[in-house]
T-cell receptor, first 113, second 113 residues
Framework: GAVVSQHPSRVICKSGTSVKIECRSL??????MFWYRQFPKQSLMLMAT?????????EQGVEKDKFLINHASLTLSTLTVTSAHPEDSSFYIC?????????FGSGTRLTVV | KQEVTQIPAALSVPEGENLVLNCSFT??????LQWFRQDPGKGLTSLLL?????REQTSGRLNASLDKSSGRSTLYIAASQPGDSATYLC????????????FGQGTRLTINP
């Protein structure tokens, strides 16, 4: 089946710094990828839709200047959390749509200290 | 606005029992419905995908049904095993902006040996 690789799995950063998370489709091309955020014991909330070669579409309430998304190729999308603060600490997951449905990465646990 | 609800929020059963997880959605105009499994601190694993034109899908001990008119889906797990312990999420693909998924809050399942 389709595989989506997400890195890093865990990252700890200092408040005010930026963190980049990568999401790669390994054996298929993904023109569209999705970025989700998940708080402890809560469900996934869609943050933005990443489109190859064009600007990302952000969900209402998501700060596009804080969460920068780049989808430069058909197999790579990146999410950069800029000027991170403790309230940005969360579990971030990417996904891509393929012929089987939606395939998800393994997630990134971001802790901002 | 599509809303997805999963009941119960948590379920604990003895090993070997058959069980049913429930998912309901408010807007019957869906593109598809997908059931996922999430282990603690991990990403999502796709279990079953049901297209809007289908009534059910089966994979091994899992069977998922879909009743669009009533806005319900069920995930049936036969002969449960301790390894089935995880959080189960259902997600609805919207017709408008069909690639976006709306997730339920999940059911945390514990199978006791």
């Amino acid at each position: 089946g389709a595989v989506v690789s997400q890195h890093p799995s865990r990252v700890i950063c200092k408040s005010g710094t930026s963190v980049k998370i990568e999401c790669r489709s390994l054996d298929f091309q993904a023109t569209t990828m999705f970025w989700y955020r998940q708080f402890p014991k809560q469900s996934l909330m869609l943050m933005a839709t990443s489109n190859e070669g064009s600007k990302a579409t952000y969900e209402q309430g998501v700060e596009k200047d804080k969460f920068l998304i780049n989808h430069a190729s058909l197999t790579l999308s990146t999410l950069t959390v800029t000027s991170a603060h403790p309230e940005d600490s969360s579990f971030y997951i990417c996904s891509a749509r393929d012929v089987y449905g939606y395939t998800f990465g393994s997630g990134t646990r971001l802790t901002v200290v | 606005k599509q809303e997805v609800t999963q009941i119960p929020a948590a379920l604990s059963v003895p090993e070997g029992e058959n069980l049913v997880l429930n998912c309901s959605f408010t807007d019957s105009a869906i593109y598809n419905l997908q059931w996922f499994r999430q282990d603690p601190g991990k990403g999502l694993t796709s279990l079953l995908l049901i297209q809007s034109s289908q009534r059910e899908q089966t994979s091994g001990r899992l069977n998922a049904s879909l009743d669009k008119s009533s806005g319900r889906s069920t995930l049936y797990i036969a002969a449960s095993q301790p390894g089935d312990s995880a959080t189960y999420l259902c997600a609805v693909g919207r017709v408008q902006g069909a690639q976006k998924l709306v997730f339920g809050q999940g059911t945390r399942l514990t199978i006791n040996p």
